[in-house]
Nanobody, 122 residues
Framework: VQLVESGGGLVQAGGSLRLSCVAS????????TAWYRQAPGGQRELVAS???????NYADFLEGRFAISRDNAENTVYLQMNNLKPEDTAVYYC?????????????????WGQGTQVTVSS
């Protein structure tokens, strides 16, 4: 599985951006796709995720400002970011989890994109 993010950039506080993550390869095996972010000097943290069945999960700190969605026909997951704040400044990474189940075991394989920079000015 290969992931390519796009859509980052510089925006003023209160503005919006939409990030895209295009998956290629064995996309049919992807169980969950997620967006993470990492601010300078900080740890990588989960922003939002969506499963292959469409179940969504969001980090509490978002306060309803972001929305994750998917276009299965285009193998693309989006992150719509509204009312952006300077503290949202970070590199945003797309993550895909492939779960392989056998009779004996369950294994997870994680794939990452290269990241896209989001900078919010005050």
């Amino acid at each position: 599985v290969q992931l390519v993010e796009s859509g980052g950039g510089l925006v003023q506080a209160g503005g919006s951006l939409r990030l895209s993550c295009v998956a290629s390869g064995r996309t049919v095996d992807i169980d969950t796709t997620a967006w993470y972010r990492q601010a300078p000097g900080g740890q990588r943290e989960l922003v939002a995720s969506i499963t292959s069945r469409g179940t969504k999960n969001y980090a509490d700190f978002l306060e309803g400002r972001f929305a994750i969605s998917r276009d299965n026909a285009e193998n693309t997951v989006y992150l719509q970011m509204n009312n952006l704040k300077p503290e949202d400044t970070a590199v945003y990474y797309c993550n895909a989890v492939v779960v392989v189940r056998t009779i004996e075991a369950r294994s997870e394989f994680q794939y990452w994109g290269q990241g896209t920079q989001v900078t919010v000015s005050s």
